[in-house]
């Protein structure tokens, strides 16, 4: 009989830089034409963000918000170590980055071997990292292996085209070289004090991006851009029931599996209603509190239109996380969300079980 912890996390590229650039997708949305100057300017800010934003452009709350955001992920290193998992499932959004104008399946299960990953080297690939330095002063050399369980993987698969979900599956990645961020930064953050991340892992990469993920590439623009949007992403109550599918097919399995949604929550830049200067704190918090209070119908009964208005696009992870919770009756240990209003998005930590 299986025992199955649950994990929510964040994977925000932004930790990967020094303190004094963590800020900087406010500060080029700043340098947008298209949003109203008096938007732009801090004197009309409140004094939540313009604190934060300060007179050193956010360097020193990013000290303080890397100082919460190790702390979280020490703690759910911590859990995941103590409860030595066969293998780590994660649902991460792939912002075209393995997936691209010939092919956007909704989701896939990923069934590869061991992987050999150079976080630096394949960072034009993977969320804005080409160029920068990073906090660890690593180099273009600097690699990890990625450890797989293909033998699991492929039983995940297997199970969730039994059951009826219709689960893209792929033995090797497509146009990536390695693996995207919300993979790759979820173990090195796991691993901030760079001890080694030895935990076998299977990547199940979404379509969160949906109407953006080729049209945008699934990142950051001006205003202006127009170009057409894409069909959309699954909506957020599928995720819940392909969640709750692979909850049962692990379950029915003999190992011990960890279940992790790796996304930070509402993101500034896909957030038209607060300018893109900001994420949309209320609609988070309201999601937050509906995950404590175990309140599933809150999640289930959010539109994608919803979603999407609040740029919370990759919290659709998420939805695949507390979609499997519900179906095992797992119950929250800890949560913590920590807010922010310069540094892109809010971030949420939570562990659910083992049982
Ligand atoms: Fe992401």
Known sequence: MAEILGLGLSHYPMLCVPDANMADILAWTMEDPDIPAHEKDPANWTPAMRGEWSNDRGAAAAAEHRRHLVRNFDRARAVLDD??????????????????????????????????????????ESAAMEGRRNVWNEGPDQRFMLRGRPDVAK????????????????????????????????????DYHRRGFDHPVIMMPLNCY???????????????????????????????????????????????????????????????????????????????????????????????????????????????????????????????MIRTDVFNSNKVFVQYGPV
């Not at 969730?160 to 790759?184: N, Q, T």
């Not at 709750?244 to 509402?266: E, G, T």
């Not at 500034?268 to 209320?282: N, S, V």
Request: proline share 8%; hydrophobic share 45%; with cysteine.
């Open 155 to 190: 039983h995940l698969a297997t199970g969730l085209l039994e059951a009826g979900i219709d689960v893209a599956y792929a033995y090797k990645p497509l146009h990536h070289a390695s693996a995207g961020h919300a993979f790759v930064n979820a173990a090195l953050y796991l």
């Open 83 to 124: 409860f030595q998992p066969d293998a780590v499932l994660i649902w991460g959004d792939d912002q075209y980055e393995n997936f691209k104008e010939d092919l956007i399946p909704p989701w896939t299960v990923c069934i590869y071997p061991d992987l050999e990953v150079f976080p630096w080297r394949h960072a034009h």
């Open 210 to 336: 949906g109407r953006r993920v080729v049209s945008a590439r699934g990142f950051l623009t001006r205003f202006s851009h127009d170009a057409p949007p894409d069909p959309p992403s699954p909506p957020p109550w599928r995720f819940m029931q392909m969640g709750a599918a692979v909850a049962r097919v692990l379950r029915d399995s003999p190992h011990r599996i960890a279940l992790v949604a790796s996304s930070s929550w509402s993101h500034a830049f896909l957030c038209d209603r607060t300018w893109r200067l900001k994420p949309d704190t209320p609609a988070d918090t309201r999601l937050y509190r509906a995950m404590l209070e175990h309140d599933y119908a809150a999640w289930e009964n959010t539109s994608l239109a919803q979603i999407e208005a609040s740029g919370q696009h990759e919290l659709l992870n998420w939805f695949a996380l507390l979609g499997a919770m519900r179906e095992l009756d797992m119950q929250v240990q800890w949560a913590e």
